[in-house]
């Protein structure tokens, strides 16, 4: 059921229930951080393999060292510029976590979110929310309360309703090692702008081999239609034109049904792209068309955050 009862949403989570919840970059399916129940039920009703750990989600950059061993100044510095924001610290855990949130693994993800809604959620609440984002697991995460309700609103008790997310890219998930940054998953906050802080970023997001490594795996964001990234619509046969969607930054194609089309950005502005991303995939997967072709967009600011989610998605 979809609310935006910010009371009920505080009831539920406390007596160990799951609540979808909103935030800038996508909704999140939340739980109680502390409670191996209700951690145990995310990765259940997610289809999520336990070996990929979860966020966990705080009201405060304050909150964060109440589970974590230490806090390096390169991060504390990436929290002062960018939290509350679309970015995850991961940071060495303390006992206070259980091994089910990281997957066994000794670090901890944390992410203060800026949605107003989720932070007055977190502020009454005594715990840390776990949240992965509300999606089966492997398929676009959602950017609205109406994409969880479709797919997963028979399994979750109550979706917060935030109306549409402001950033509409996961989080840009960052740790340290040997005293630089480094960069796991790429997201809301650019590289470039961490690149002020630390010019010698590290960028390490594939993990083909290592499904347990963070950066997650080569394919997911996923629509069930097969999607293919080319360089030129022009190679499209236009016998194929209406079978086929388009998804581009900001030119339609010319002679494909306009429905089919998901201009990101006319204006090529990559925040609005960013925004429309997830939302466009899903409209496009539930056409019905053998085929979505991709153009990337250009290789700076949020499109290379954005590329990259395509290029997961892509066959
Ligand atoms: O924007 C976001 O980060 C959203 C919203 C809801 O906060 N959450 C999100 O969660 O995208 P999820 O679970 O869909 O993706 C989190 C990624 C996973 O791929 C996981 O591998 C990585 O973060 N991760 C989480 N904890 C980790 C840890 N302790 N070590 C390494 N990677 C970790
Ligand atoms: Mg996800």
């Given at each position: 059921?979809i609310?935006?009862?910010?009371?009920r949403?505080?009831?539920?989570?406390r007596e160990?229930?799951l609540?979808?919840i909103?935030t800038e970059?996508?909704?999140?399916?939340?739980?109680?951080?502390?409670?191996?129940i209700?951690?145990?039920e995310?990765?259940?009703?997610?289809?999520?393999?336990?070996?990929?750990?979860l966020?966990?989600?705080?009201s405060?950059?304050?909150?964060?060292s109440?589970?974590t061993?230490?806090?390096?100044?390169l991060?504390?510095q990436?929290?002062?510029?960018f939290?509350?924001?679309?970015?995850?610290?991961?940071?060495?855990?303390?006992?206070k976590?259980?091994d089910l949130?990281?997957s066994?693994?000794?670090?901890?993800a944390?992410?203060?979110?800026?949605?107003?809604?989720?932070?007055?959620l977190?502020?009454?609440l005594?715990?840390?929310?776990?949240?992965?984002?509300?999606?089966?697991?492997?398929?676009?995460?959602?950017t609205?309360?109406?994409?969880?309700?479709?797919?997963?609103?028979?399994?979750?008790?109550?979706?917060l309703?935030?109306g549409?997310c402001?950033v509409?890219?996961?989080?840009?998930?960052v740790?340290?090692?040997?005293?630089?940054?480094?960069v796991?998953r790429?997201?809301?906050?650019?590289?470039?702008r961490l690149?002020?802080i630390?010019k010698?970023?590290?960028?390490?997001?594939?993990?083909?081999?290592?499904?347990?490594?963070?950066g997650?795996?080569k394919?997911?964001?996923?629509?069930?239609c097969?999607?293919?990234?080319i360089?030129?619509?022009?190679?499209i046969?236009?016998?194929?034109?209406n079978?086929?969607g388009?998804?581009?930054?900001?030119?339609?194609?010319s002679?494909v049904?306009?429905?089919?089309?998901?201009?990101?950005?006319?204006?090529?502005?990559?925040?609005?792209?960013?925004?429309n991303?997830?939302k466009?995939m899903?409209?496009?997967?539930?056409?019905d068309?053998?085929?979505?072709?991709?153009?990337?967009?250009p290789?700076?600011?949020?499109?290379?955050a954005?590329?990259?989610r395509?290029?997961?998605a892509?066959?």
């Amino acid at each position: 059921m979809i609310g935006s009862d910010i009371h009920r949403a505080v009831e539920l989570l406390r007596e160990g229930q799951l609540v979808a919840i909103p935030t800038e970059t996508v909704y999140g399916l939340g739980g109680n951080a502390l409670d191996q129940i209700a951690v145990a039920e995310i990765f259940r009703v997610k289809e999520r393999p336990f070996f990929d750990p979860l966020i966990i989600h705080v009201s405060d950059v304050q909150d964060i060292s109440a589970f974590t061993l230490d806090f390096p100044d390169l991060l504390r510095q990436v929290a002062d510029a960018f939290m509350p924001g679309p970015v995850t610290l991961l940071l060495d855990r303390n006992d206070k976590i259980p091994d089910l949130i990281t997957s066994g693994l000794p670090q901890v993800a944390i992410r203060v979110p800026s949605h107003p809604i989720t932070r007055e959620l977190l502020s009454q609440l005594s715990f840390p929310v776990a949240a992965p984002s509300a999606n089966p697991f492997g398929y676009i995460s959602p950017t609205c309360a109406q994409h969880v309700e479709d797919q997963l609103g028979a399994k979750v008790p109550y979706i917060l309703d935030g109306g549409d997310c402001s950033v509409g890219l996961e989080s840009t998930i960052v740790g340290i090692e040997k005293g630089h940054l480094v960069v796991y998953r790429k997201g809301g906050i650019a590289v470039e702008r961490l690149r002020e802080i630390d010019k010698d970023i590290v960028v390490r997001t594939h993990s083909d081999s290592n499904p347990s490594a963070p950066g997650m795996l080569k394919s997911h964001y996923a629509p069930s239609c097969p999607m293919r990234i080319i360089d030129q619509f022009s190679l499209i046969p236009e016998d194929d034109y209406n079978e086929i969607g388009v998804i581009s930054f900001s030119e339609a194609v010319s002679g494909v049904p306009e429905h089919q089309q998901c201009i990101l950005s006319p204006s090529r502005d990559f925040n609005e792209a960013a925004r429309n991303l997830f939302k466009g995939m899903r409209r496009l997967d539930g056409l019905d068309l053998r085929m979505i072709y991709v153009n990337l967009l250009p290789e700076e600011d949020l499109g290379i955050a954005i590329n990259d989610r395509l290029r997961r998605a892509a066959v």
